[in-house]
């Protein structure tokens, strides 16, 4: 038969989005860490050396210090030139010392910096594979895109410096100590008082960090999701003079992340200043000064001994910042690698562990209900069967389900409940790959490719040879309007179909499911939003792609499918009646209903 589905509004049956972050609790933080230490356990040895060669770097680097303060404190004290000497050598062979380890160090970091975001990216893109397609409509491409890029930058910052940064400042801050220590062991306490305070300035300042870093990541989340989602729908907002409705959950997103900035802000101005306050040198200078002097002068330090701690000590409190700065990309990292480890812990599919393909194209529902969210079905005891060389159209009010049949068939999702069978094989039996080489899939939303238009065609059979490719774009009546592009079969399309219409973009979808010739056909929604001339168009090619296959197509409009062999009416996510058009007409159910309605809203 003839197909001429037209129709003129979606399903309102995606599923719900995906559920708000968990919140930061004590359970978190722990998860978070036992995820970075999974991410991070194919370049452990090569963290641990890159660790080591910070820390002795770091120590190294002190020496020059350490041996301007004593060569000064000898010469005060008379010593012979050899010991004066010694402390240069010491000096000399610390700083190269320092040069040589911190940037083994670094190309080291970098090592498994790169080693790791390579194993992660892999990792995942070959994870995204095996997850269900539906879960992409649930989760959004923002929640792939912050992981594989937002996410990864932060393991990034983590790995070739964050970690090194936070191992050289504490070691610094150690040694400078014992040092100073081994000095006098009274100033030491005095000089560490300073960075102590600035410490419990900061952690009072950052008392809360977990909270804010958790909403401010949330409202990452929200602006890339909705930045790239308004990037992909910019043709038909700006068409339709939306601009400003569509912009308008971008801007709630970009308002949260403002807000959630200007409350932590306004929580640790004063803490914060603080700690910055003291982590300046004049500060830590003006203590040495106030407690060296008074000892000097009673008799209690001897001058040279206070050197030390001009030199040294009022530099104690300069890692600080650096270990705070690494401190908080470890944090990062740990909230960054839960993100990803989130991802790559949710279940895929379950393949089968008997395989068994299809015997026939033959497909059956058997009782199947399904649920988006566990809770609430989408469909309830769906049966009904679709044999070869024929035509089943859906039919129904909105919510009614039709979509959800349509997703179930391809197996974006798992039924709850029941099975759906192909050539008397459950889909769950069946391998992916067999499983969707079966079946031409043609949706309203269409799916161009950065690639060539021969390559967005291929897709639908990777080893056709351009004669082939041809052919069906001829049979899906889109080859002259590609013949008027720039490059023909060569021009590279983008998102946008480089300027093609949505009729004759939907023609190429068309075509790639011709060449495929897949047995079993699902068509939903695959000429809505569309002028009449690419209607009439893309009629003629979705005719030729269903010409004898399992055809299962989705119907608004009742009149255009009056000769399907079968008509399937749901309503309320069950099956109403099942009947041919005249069947269904004298029953004078739903579908007589439907088709009144309709009628009458034509003649009108």
Not at 113 to 118: E, G, N, P, Q, S
Not at 238 to 251: A, N, P, Q, S, Y
Not at 329 to 344: H, K, S, Y
Not at 495 to 513: K, N, P, V
Request: proline fraction near 6%; glycine fraction near 10%.
């Amino acid at each position: 038969m003839t197909i001429t589905e037209t129709t003129s509004t979606q399903d309102a049956e995606d599923p719900p989005p995906a559920p708000p972050p968990a919140p930061d609790t004590d359970t978190s933080r722990l998860v978070r860490a036992g995820a970075l230490g999974r991410l991070l356990r194919p370049v452990r040895p090569h963290l641990i050396g890159c660790t080591v060669l910070s820390a002795v770097g770091t120590a190294a680097g002190l020496a020059p210090y350490i041996a301007i303060a004593e060569i000064a404190r000898a010469a005060l004290a008379g010593a012979p030139d050899a010991a004066i000497r010694t402390w240069v050598a010491v000096g000399a062979a610390g700083a190269v010392l320092r040069l040589v380890l911190l940037f083994a160090s670094s190309r080291l970091g970098h090592y498994a910096d790169a080693a790791i975001l390579h194993h992660l990216r892999v990792r995942i893109v070959r994870h995204l594979g095996l997850l269900p397609l539906g879960w992409f409509r649930a989760a959004g491409s923002g929640r792939v895109k912050k992981a594989m890029t937002d996410d990864l930058e932060e393991m990034h910052q983590l790995i070739a410096h964050s970690l090194r940064e936070l191992v050289g400042a504490v070691t610094a801050m150690a040694v400078g100590l014992a040092y100073l220590v081994l000095v006098d062991w009274r100033m030491a306490l005095v000089t560490a008082a300073v960075p102590a305070a600035m410490l419990v300035a900061y952690r009072v300042s950052m008392r809360s960090m977990s909270a804010h870093l958790a909403r401010l990541a949330a409202a990452t989340g929200r602006i890339n999701t909705t930045v790239v989602e308004y990037a992909d729908g910019i043709t038909v907002v700006k068409t339709f003079g939306g601009g400003d409705t569509g912009l308008g959950r971008f801007g709630e997103a970009v308002a949260e992340h403002t807000e959630a900035m200007r409350v932590w802000v306004a929580e640790t101005r004063i803490s914060s200043a603080l700690s910055r306050l003291l982590a300046c040198e004049p500060a830590v200078l003006a203590v040495v000064l106030a407690a060296g002097v008074p000892l000097v002068a009673s008799g209690g330090l001897p001058a040279a001994d206070l050197l030390p701690f001009l030199i040294v000590g009022i530099g104690l409190p300069t890692p600080i910042v650096p270990a705070v700065q690494g401190g908080q990309g470890l944090r990062q990292g740990r909230m960054a690698a839960t993100g990803i480890d989130a991802l790559l812990s949710r279940e895929p599919l379950p393949r089968p562990t008997a395989p068994r393909p299809p015997d026939g194209h033959r497909v059956e529902f058997d009782r199947v209900s399904f649920s988006y969210d566990g809770v609430t079905d989408a469909i309830t005891d769906v049966t009904f069967v679709c044999e070869p060389g024929t035509v089943t159209a859906l039919v129904g009010p909105s919510g009614a389900g039709k979509s959800t049949i349509a997703s179930l068939l391809p197996r974006f999702y798992d039924v709850t409940g029941g099975a759906i069978r192909i050539g008397g094989a459950d889909l769950r039996e069946i391998p992916a790959e067999a499983l969707l080489s079966s079946m031409s899939l043609v949706f309203q939303d269409v799916a161009l490719l950065r690639d060539t238009v021969t390559e967005n065609i291929r897709v639908g059979r990777p080893d056709a040879g351009l004669r082939d490719v041809r052919r069906a774009a001829e049979a899906a009546q889109i080859h002259d309007v590609v013949e008027r592009l720039p490059d023909g079969y060569g021009t590279v399309l983008g998102t946008d179909g480089a300027g093609l219409s949505g009729g004759e973009r939907q023609r190429l979808t068309i075509a790639r499911a011709i060449l495929s010739d897949a047995p079993i056909v699902v068509l939903d929604e695959a000429t809505a939003s569309l002028d009449p001339d690419s209607q009439d168009a893309v009629q003629e090619a979705l005719s030729t792609l269903a010409a004898g296959k399992t055809v299962l197509v989705i119907a608004h409009r009742l009149n255009t499918v009056r000769g399907a062999d079968q008509i399937v009416v749901l309503d309320g996510g069950r099956v109403a009646e099942t009947g041919a058009h005249d069947d269904l007409i004298a029953r004078d159910g739903l579908y007589a209903r439907m088709w009144r309605a309709q009628r009458n809203g034509a003649d009108t």
